[in-house]
């Protein structure tokens, strides 16, 4: 057995351990309570070990953007007009640079996977696009990037759109994305998209009802899509803040038929409650999916960032335990149980709504494993633990270092 790196006395996500976890040749060598070796070595000091965050739902195409745009209203519409005005100055190089920081930032808290959504539209052109996939070439060593090639603004009320697409398809992109809210024809926008799914083989995923009104949800024409299309697993929609505004027993129903139909959801905490409940004066709703309860149900769950300093969210850090913190807090849940259940939502069950099982760290595997200041998934989420480390098959891929309190040797403060 070659050891080239060792990892000591570190939790598992199943709450066993501690362990030392071997690492050599890319691949996880051994895990066993004490593994005698000379080889350099890190101590979890009893911190969590697990194969590494997933982010499900992010635009890295227009993070960074805060200060060529206005904020007045703070509304959807005013987002969606104030970027689309945006982006028909960017440049390759600019969309490089924003989206890189922000991996750079997602890598050092504890993400190894992620799917980005890019903007391909006759104002965007394939410069954006372009500029991702350039980030997934020189980030491989850190990072596997999915790209969706996304219509933000529309499909049938954007001419030449829906071809351009179909090119980011043959091009590199691995799967299509659309927003039916912001098509004349959300219908049409929902086949159109599926239709292009079907001829390069790929999956689909839809930004969806995010507004607060329970009528007029486009949920049902992609539940059934998928179901027309036999594309159960291929499937995954975000935001769909509509079904936070159903009746317990209408929920239940829906969540079901989404179950049944094998369409994974995603809530977006940051963006759902910055932008919702707008119009309300007081007892402002909270407009989240409560994605805990669609994971109850059978639902393939989890929970993203998407924006970054942009007018769709103007804060953020890629910290998607951070992310799993503010879900907790807003969803009310406080439980052990549950809390685990939101690292499920940025770890595994993530992974599982991107289409492949989750990684397990143990004998044979890659060598692709976070470490975390904290002892259990529960403890990471409840108390916002740092990422320690991180290892890419094998090879370091980030190193935080702990802070240090200078305290005054004589026990005294002083000025």
């Given at each position: 057995?070659?050891i080239?790196?060792?990892?000591?006395?570190?939790?598992?996500v199943?709450?066993?351990?501690?362990?030392?976890?071997?690492?050599?040749?890319?691949?996880?060598?051994?895990?066993?309570?004490?593994?005698?070796?000379?080889?350099?070595s890190?101590?979890a000091?009893?911190?969590?070990?697990?194969?590494?965050?997933?982010?499900?739902?992010?635009?890295?195409d227009?993070?960074?953007?805060?200060?060529?745009c206005?904020?007045?209203?703070g509304?959807?519409?005013?987002?969606?007009?104030?970027?689309?005005?945006?982006?028909?100055?960017?440049?390759?190089?600019?969309?490089?640079?924003?989206?890189?920081?922000?991996?750079?930032?997602?890598i050092?808290?504890?993400t190894?996977?992620?799917r980005?959504?890019?903007?391909i539209?006759?104002?965007a052109?394939f410069r954006?696009f372009?500029?991702?996939?350039?980030i997934?070439?020189?980030f491989?060593?850190?990072?596997?990037?999915?790209?969706?090639?996304?219509?933000?603004?529309?499909?049938?009320?954007?001419p030449?759109?829906?071809?351009?697409?179909d090119?980011?398809?043959?091009?590199?992109?691995?799967?299509?994305?659309?927003?039916?809210?912001?098509?004349?024809?959300?219908g049409?926008?929902?086949?159109?998209?599926?239709?292009?799914?079907e001829?390069?083989?790929?999956?689909v995923?839809?930004?969806?009802?995010f507004?607060?009104?329970?009528?007029?949800?486009?949920?049902?024409?992609?539940?059934?899509?998928?179901?027309?299309?036999?594309?159960?697993?291929?499937?995954?929609v975000?935001?769909?803040n509509?079904?936070?505004?159903?009746?317990?027993d209408?929920?239940?129903?829906?969540?079901?038929r989404?179950a049944?139909?094998?369409?994974?959801?995603?809530v977006?905490?940051?963006?759902?409650?910055?932008?919702?409940?707008?119009?309300?004066?007081?007892?402002?709703?909270?407009?989240?999916?409560?994605?805990?309860?669609?994971?109850?149900l059978?639902?393939?769950?989890?929970?993203?960032?998407?924006?970054?300093?942009?007018?769709?969210?103007p804060?953020?850090?890629?910290s998607?335990v951070?992310?799993?913190?503010?879900?907790?807090?807003?969803?009310?849940?406080?439980?052990?149980?549950?809390?685990?259940?939101i690292?499920?939502?940025?770890?595994?069950?993530?992974?599982?709504?991107?289409?492949?099982?989750?990684?397990?760290?143990?004998?044979g595997?890659?060598?692709?494993?976070?470490l975390?200041?904290?002892?259990?998934?529960?403890?990471?989420i409840?108390?916002?633990?740092?990422?320690v480390?991180?290892?890419?098959?094998?090879?370091?891929?980030?190193?935080?270092?702990?802070?240090?309190?200078?305290?005054?040797?004589?026990?005294?403060?002083?000025i």
């Amino acid at each position: 057995m070659t050891i080239d790196f060792l990892v000591r006395q570190a939790m598992l996500v199943d709450g066993s351990g501690p362990f030392d976890i071997a690492i050599g040749n890319q691949r996880i060598q051994a895990l066993a309570p004490h593994i005698h070796s000379d080889a350099p070595s890190l101590h979890a000091n009893g911190g969590l070990a697990c194969s590494g965050l997933v982010e499900t739902h992010i635009h890295l195409d227009k993070a960074g953007i805060l200060g060529r745009c206005r904020i007045c209203a703070g509304t959807l519409a005013e987002a969606l007009a104030e970027t689309s005005r945006a982006k028909r100055e960017f440049t390759s190089d600019d969309v490089y640079e924003r989206a890189s920081n922000v991996v750079e930032q997602a890598i050092a808290q504890g993400t190894n996977r992620m799917r980005t959504f890019v903007e391909i539209d006759p104002r965007a052109g394939f410069r954006s696009f372009e500029a991702i996939k350039q980030i997934k070439r020189d980030f491989a060593w850190a990072i596997d990037l999915e790209i969706c090639a996304f219509a933000q603004d529309g499909l049938t009320n954007d001419p030449g759109t829906v071809e351009m697409l179909d090119r980011a398809l043959r091009e590199g992109a691995e799967l299509v994305g659309g927003c039916p809210y912001t098509d004349s024809d959300p219908g049409e926008h929902i086949r159109q998209i599926f239709d292009l799914a079907e001829r390069h083989d790929v999956a689909v995923d839809f930004h969806l009802d995010f507004d607060l009104d329970p009528a007029g949800s486009s949920l049902p024409d992609v539940i059934g899509e998928t179901e027309r299309r036999h594309w159960g697993g291929r499937v995954s929609v975000g935001h769909v803040n509509k079904l936070s505004a159903l009746p317990p027993d209408r929920f239940t129903w829906m969540g079901r038929r989404i179950a049944d139909a094998g369409v994974g959801v995603t809530v977006l905490p940051a963006t759902d409650l910055y932008l919702s409940g707008r119009d309300a004066t007081h007892l402002v709703p909270r407009g989240l999916t409560p994605a805990h309860r669609l994971a109850e149900l059978g639902v393939t769950t989890s929970i993203a960032t998407n924006n970054i300093l942009n007018p769709f969210t103007p804060f953020g850090d890629a910290s998607l335990v951070r992310m799993g913190n503010l879900y907790a807090t807003v969803a009310q849940v406080g439980t052990t149980a549950g809390l685990n259940q939101i690292f499920r939502m940025i770890s595994s069950d993530a992974c599982r709504l991107l289409g492949s099982m989750p990684k397990q760290l143990k004998a044979g595997a890659p060598a692709d494993l976070v470490l975390f200041a904290a002892a259990s998934p529960a403890a990471v989420i409840a108390g916002v633990a740092p990422a320690v480390a991180g290892w890419k098959a094998g090879r370091t891929s980030f190193r935080r270092p702990a802070v240090q309190l200078n305290r005054p040797s004589d026990g005294r403060y002083v000025i």
